[in-house]
C-alpha cells in the first residue's frame, strides 16, 4: 500500500481529485487531497499567503496519512511539493509532477511561466485583489477541453480565486528535494502547459520516471481510472 497526498493547481481546490481517489483507494492506496491556504475553510487573506504556508499544508497532509507519502502536484501544485520535500523531507518518499512546474532554485512561478511564449493564464485570469481568478467561461479549452460536459460544468463552477504572493516568491531548494526521487507525467494533449515545455521540465528526471498521457491538463477528470493506474505503476504496483 501506498499513500498519496493529492495537491491541486492554480484556482482549484481539493476537490478536483474527486474521481481519483477511489480509484486509489479501489487499489489498496490510501490518499488525501487538501485544500491549499486561501479556499475552502481556510479564511486568511491572501496577501498573508507564502509558498512555504503551502508547503506546510502538504507537510501536515503527509503526516495526518502517514509518513513518508507520495506527493503529486498538479500544475502550479509543482511547487508546494517540492518545497515541502526541502523543508521536511522525512514525509516525502516521491515526488510526482502532473503536468507541473518542476522548479528550479530560486526562480519563482512566476518568473517560469511568463518566460514561455504562451504563460498558461495568459488572456484567461484577471487580477482579484490580492490574487487572481479565471475569468468564467475563458477555461473551456485551456482546462477542460477533453472533460465530459456535466463534469466541466461542476469544475467551472468549483473554481476559486487564487492568492498571488506563493507564485511571485523564488523557491529555495537544495540537497533535500534534489535527493527526493520524482517522477513527471507529461499529457501530450495539455492546452495550458505546452507539452514541450513539459518535456523540458521532464528532463530533470531519469528517463525511467517519465510518462506521457494522451490527455489534456486535468486527467483527474478526463480519465481518473488511467491517472490512478499510472500512479499506482510509479508506486511499484503491477
Same mark, same amino acid.
Given at each position: 500500500?501506498?499513500?498519496?497526498?493529492?495537491?491541486?493547481?492554480?484556482?482549484?481546490?481539493?476537490?478536483?481529485?474527486?474521481?481519483?481517489?477511489?480509484?486509489?483507494e479501489a487499489r489498496g492506496h490510501?490518499?488525501?487531497?487538501?485544500?491549499?491556504?486561501?479556499?475552502?475553510?481556510?479564511?486568511?487573506?491572501?496577501?498573508?499567503?507564502?509558498?512555504?504556508?503551502?508547503? @506546510?499544508?502538504?507537510?501536515?497532509?503527509?503526516?495526518?496519512?502517514?509518513?513518508?507519502?507520495?506527493?503529486?502536484g498538479h500544475s502550479a501544485g509543482?511547487?508546494?511539493?517540492?518545497?515541502?520535500?526541502?523543508?521536511?523531507?522525512?514525509?516525502?518518499?516521491?515526488?510526482?509532477?502532473?503536468?507541473?512546474?518542476?522548479?528550479?532554485?530560486?526562480?519563482?512561478?512566476?518568473?517560469?511561466?511568463?518566460?514561455?511564449?504562451?504563460?498558461?493564464?495568459?488572456?484567461?485570469?484577471?487580477? @482579484?485583489?490580492?490574487?487572481?481568478?479565471?475569468?468564467?467561461?475563458?477555461?473551456?479549452?485551456?482546462?477542460?477541453?477533453?472533460?465530459?460536459?456535466?463534469?466541466?460544468?461542476?469544475? @467551472?463552477?468549483?473554481?476559486?480565486?487564487?492568492?498571488?504572493?506563493?507564485?511571485?516568491?523564488?523557491?529555495?531548494?537544495?540537497?533535500?528535494?534534489?535527493?527526493?526521487?520524482?517522477?513527471?507525467?507529461?499529457?501530450?494533449?495539455?492546452?495550458?502547459?505546452?507539452?514541450?515545455? @513539459?518535456?523540458?521540465?521532464?528532463?530533470?528526471?531519469?528517463?525511467?520516471?517519465?510518462?506521457?498521457?494522451?490527455?489534456?491538463?486535468?486527467?483527474?477528470?478526463?480519465?481518473?481510472?488511467?491517472?490512478?493506474?499510472?500512479?499506482?505503476?510509479?508506486?511499484?504496483?503491477?
Amino acid at each position: 500500500m501506498a499513500r498519496f497526498v493529492l495537491i491541486h493547481g492554480a484556482c482549484h481546490d481539493g476537490r478536483c481529485w474527486h474521481r481519483v481517489i477511489p480509484e486509489l483507494e479501489a487499489r489498496g492506496h490510501a490518499a488525501v487531497a487538501p485544500d491549499l491556504p486561501g479556499r475552502g475553510a481556510d479564511p486568511r487573506p491572501h496577501g498573508d499567503i507564502t509558498l512555504d504556508d503551502y508547503a @506546510q499544508t502538504v507537510i501536515d497532509a503527509a503526516t495526518d496519512l502517514g509518513t513518508p507519502a507520495i506527493l503529486v502536484g498538479h500544475s502550479a501544485g509543482g511547487f508546494a511539493i517540492s518545497r515541502a520535500a526541502e523543508l521536511a523531507p522525512e514525509v516525502a518518499q516521491r515526488l510526482v509532477y502532473l503536468c507541473a512546474f518542476l522548479p528550479r532554485d530560486g526562480h519563482s512561478l512566476v518568473q517560469m511561466a511568463d518566460s514561455w511564449p504562451q504563460p498558461p493564464l495568459k488572456g484567461i485570469a484577471r487580477r @482579484q485583489g490580492d490574487g487572481y481568478e479565471v475569468d468564467t467561461g475563458a477555461d473551456d479549452l485551456r482546462f477542460y477541453h477533453d472533460v465530459p460536459e456535466d463534469l466541466r460544468r461542476v469544475a @467551472q463552477a468549483n473554481l476559486v480565486p487564487e492568492p498571488m504572493a506563493p507564485h511571485a516568491a523564488p523557491i529555495r531548494l537544495g540537497p533535500n528535494w534534489q535527493n527526493t526521487p520524482r517522477s513527471y507525467i507529461r499529457c501530450t494533449q495539455d492546452l495550458t502547459i505546452a507539452p514541450a515545455h @513539459q518535456a523540458e521540465m521532464a528532463a530533470d528526471c531519469d528517463p525511467k520516471d517519465r510518462y506521457d498521457m494522451p490527455t489534456g491538463h486535468s486527467p483527474f477528470l478526463s480519465d481518473p481510472r488511467g491517472l490512478a493506474a499510472l500512479l499506482h505503476q510509479i508506486a511499484g504496483g503491477h
